[in-house]
């Protein structure tokens, strides 16, 4: 009889087994045969037995590491120390064999073997290693041109979509500008220098694939400025294939912005389509997005510690995006000083927009207030005139 | 000699294959050749296939190693990584996909996860590591895909894509408060406050500004160094936990799951929106949880049955309304489903108009 029976119900069923994972590691890595245990007794009590963790990183760095250490020792002595190493991922999260093997070779020698191909945030995560194989596990990473990811109150390892890597729908260079931010911002990556967290994610469009709008205090999401390209040719080829145009694409275009007449698609009313990708979804062969590319960004997601989650708002409708991104950094730069002057301690940039209103924090950061930063004015009269009236009405002729 | 810091991580230009290199940012239209099998063709006329297969996240070097020796053989050593977790594996030959494909599933892992279905569950620690976790994560996650497997292979379809994710506590490392469907590990008791420990574990102010709702506040004895809970105003969050570890939250009795479902951070179509409470408890129940699946898998199907073409979930229940979600799934709604936080008033019905 096993010693595991709750833990061995896992290895059962269709989807691939973590348990399957653990136990191929286990007869080597003495830490994952305790793992195995305490996920049993965690089934078992129904609940965790990790404690908080202590400070632990390494020489230079001020994040990257998030010290683990199990309840009871005297019981899993092999994890008495378990903690997880944040290794920055390549943009896009694109390898070759030798670099995955590489990592897979410095692991084996430092660690327990176990990782998370990725983290949510996007790290390739190493999990659990104890404190005197910190060091030269990153220094052998190191070597081999690999660096640590962010955590605590820095800028967390910033992720993008797959962009124009392999994508059509991608309406700026996500992995250049993800790759370019990082490589700027390393000292702030990696030393922690602010209130709280701060996320930066770029999707080439608003399909969103890693959820930059859900998840990211500065979220850039890529869109264009001009009308839609429709292919006729390609459409007649959906058409021809059985695709209902008219119901699946014109009636479902949330703006009534398209029309279909006489074997035509027509972007009808181009000041009316709000360039929510859903005709692109359904026909990606026949409609492309515009020339004139760049980018929105929203910022101030979050989830719900403390004053309740978010999902980004705009900020700058449009900008382009071409390196060497000055105007973005600029930007980035500016919020990173007020929030780091005004906030309170693990006040997310969100929050502290909440807090202070959104007219307080666009003037702090030199945005002019544009109506597409509101789903609407506001409907009460409580309208704060501090330094006088601001205001003079000039009517159009 | 001490190793060279902030070199970054590794340029993706070099790790990206030829035929991605040669079409950069050059792509011109995809489709799905079926499930898991993504055809990407590029201005030049060049083809990329991506094989996508799923992966349980926790993962051994073995594991990495094995689609390391897949990649060597079909991909000239290429491979990459969904935001799902997923990975994929890239050829620009067409006669390599049924061979990766037949490499793959020997392996145990299945090719899916695109187009109208569920892919990959995005999920957080759990029992594994977590100190604050209030359920598991990774045993959870295998539980549901299980159950969900018929959608990531394309046996079955949906009306859209739906996103699934779990977070093992509020803290929502997972920011599941936007997906379509997610499971999120609750405490239901106020948390234990160690006198003895807390005085010299925890600085106090920051532990009282860590409560959302300032159920916290100094013993009233001077000689005691320890802080008090007010029951009537906590809600369990954990966040004094996360500053203080002399206030353990944990409690196997209380702790479970809630679920949320119709978030989204697409905007096709819709704008993006809030996952909203449908379940508010299901107590733990491992290592299988099926209360849990089985809710879930209620509110799969319901919606399957009803929404339509393109809608995701949470635009299917908008059009049909709440309360028809609650009618046709057969779920209780509660007090417990009436928001009293931040922004609640936005949530209550200011008109006559609804259905029953």
């Not at chain 1, 119900?9 to 245990?37: H, T």
């Not at chain 1, 327990?112 to 910190?134: A, K, Q, V």
């Not at chain 1, 492309?288 to 101030?300: H, Q, S």
């Not at chain 1, 004053?307 to 980035?332: D, H, Q, R, W």
């Amino acid at each position: 009889m096993s010693d595991t029976p709750l833990v061995d119900e896992l290895e059962k069923g269709p989807w691939p087994s973590y348990i399957k994972e653990l136990k191929r590691m286990a007869p080597r890595k003495p830490a994952v045969a305790d793992l195995l245990k305490i996920q049993e007794v965690s089934f078992k009590e129904k609940k965790t037995h990790w404690k908080h963790g202590g400070i632990v990183g390494i020489a230079g760095y001020g994040g990257g590491i998030i010290g683990r250490y199990v309840d009871d020792p005297k019981k899993w002595p092999n994890v008495e120390h378990f903690h997880t190493m944040r290794v920055n991922q390549p943009s896009g999260w694109f390898y070759t064999t030798k670099a995955l093997r590489t990592i897979c070779d410095i692991w084996d020698k430092y660690g327990s073997g176990m990782t998370n191909m990725h983290g949510s945030t996007g790290d390739i995560i190493l999990l659990g290693t104890n404190t005197p194989n910190l060091q030269p596990l990153f220094d052998e990473l190191s070597a081999h041109g690999f660096d640590l990811g962010g955590s605590g109150g820095d800028l967390r390892t910033p992720t993008c979509c797959v962009g124009p890597g392999r994508c059509e729908y991608a309406c700026f260079d996500t992995l250049d500008f993800i790759y370019d931010v990082t490589m700027t911002y390393q000292n702030e990556l990696h030393r922690p220098p602010f209130p709280y967290k701060f996320k930066i994610k770029a999707s080439g469009c608003t399909n969103d694939c890693v959820a930059a709008k859900g998840r990211s205090d500065f979220s850039v999401i890529g869109t264009w400025r001009d009308s839609l390209r429709i292919d006729q040719k390609a459409v007649k080829e959906y058409v021809d294939g059985g695709l209902d145009v008219q119901q699946l694409v014109v009636h479902k275009c949330p703006t009534y912005a398209l029309e279909y007449k006489g074997g035509k698609l027509e972007l009808a009313r181009p000041e009316d389509c709000t360039r929510c990708m859903h005709c692109l979804n359904v026909m990606p062969k026949a409609i492309r997005p515009g020339i004139d590319k760049g980018a929105t960004i929203l910022m101030g997601a979050k989830a719900p510690i403390m004053e309740g989650a978010n999902i980004s708002c705009v900020m700058v409708p449009f900008i382009k995006m071409e390196p060497p991104y000055t105007e973005v950094k600029a930007l980035i730069e500016k919020i990173w000083e007020y929030w780091d002057e005004n906030a309170k301690n693990r006040e997310r940039v969100g929050e502290l927009i909440d807090r202070v209103g959104l007219p307080t924090f666009l003037k702090a950061i030199g945005l002019k207030p544009v109506p597409q930063m509101v789903m609407a004015p506001r409907s009460n009269p409580y309208v704060f005139f501090r330094d006088g009236v601001d205001y003079k009405l000039e009517l159009k002729k | 000699m001490p190793a060279e810091t902030d070199i970054g991580p590794p340029d993706f230009k070099t790790l990206i294959p030829k035929v991605v290199k040669d079409n950069y940012g050059q792509w011109k239209y995809h489709e799905i050749v079926k499930p898991g099998v993504l055809k990407h063709v590029a201005e030049s006329g060049d083809e990329l296939y991506s094989i996508r297969c799923g992966s349980p996240k926790l993962v051994s070097i073995d594991f990495i190693r094995d689609l390391c020796d897949i990649a060597d053989k079909y991909c000239e050593g290429h491979l990459r990584f969904t935001s799902r977790y997923n990975p994929e594996f890239l050829t620009a030959k067409k006669g390599n996909v049924e061979p990766i494909i037949k490499a793959v599933q020997k392996l145990g892992l299945p090719v899916g996860g695109t187009g109208k279905g569920i892919s990959n569950m995005v999920h957080t620690q759990g029992w594994i590591h977590c100190h604050s976790a209030a359920t598991d994560a990774s045993g959870l996650v295998k539980a549901i895909m299980d159950e969900m497997y018929p959608y990531f292979v394309g046996e079955k379809t949906l009306p859209n894509k739906l996103k699934l994710s779990l977070a093992c506590c509020i803290n929502m490392c997972g920011a599941i408060h936007a997906t379509d469907l997610a499971v999120v590990g609750v405490h239901t008791k106020i948390p234990a406050v160690i006198d003895e420990k807390l005085g010299a574990l925890c600085e106090i102010p920051t532990t009282m500004a860590a409560c959302p709702t300032g159920a916290i506040r100094r013993h009233p004895d001077k000689d005691i160094k320890s802080v008090t809970v007010n029951p009537d105003k906590c809600m369990y969050c954990g966040n004094c936990y996360t500053v203080c570890p002399a206030m353990p939250i944990a409690n196997p009795e209380g702790d479970g799951v809630a679920i949320y479902a119709g978030g989204k951070v697409a905007d096709a179509r819709s704008m993006p929106k809030f996952s909203r409470l449908v379940i508010p408890y299901i107590p733990n129940n491992p290592p299988r949880w099926p209360e849990v699946t089985n809710a879930l898998k209620l509110i799969v199907e319901t919606y399957a049955k009803g929404g339509r073409p393109y809608e995701r979930m949470g635009e299917w229940i908008d059009r049909i309304g709440w309360e028809r979600f609650f009618s046709l799934t057969g779920l209780p709604f509660t007090e417990y489903h009436i928001d009293d936080f931040k922004f609640a008033r936005t949530t209550y019905r200011a008109s006559t108009q609804f259905k029953w």
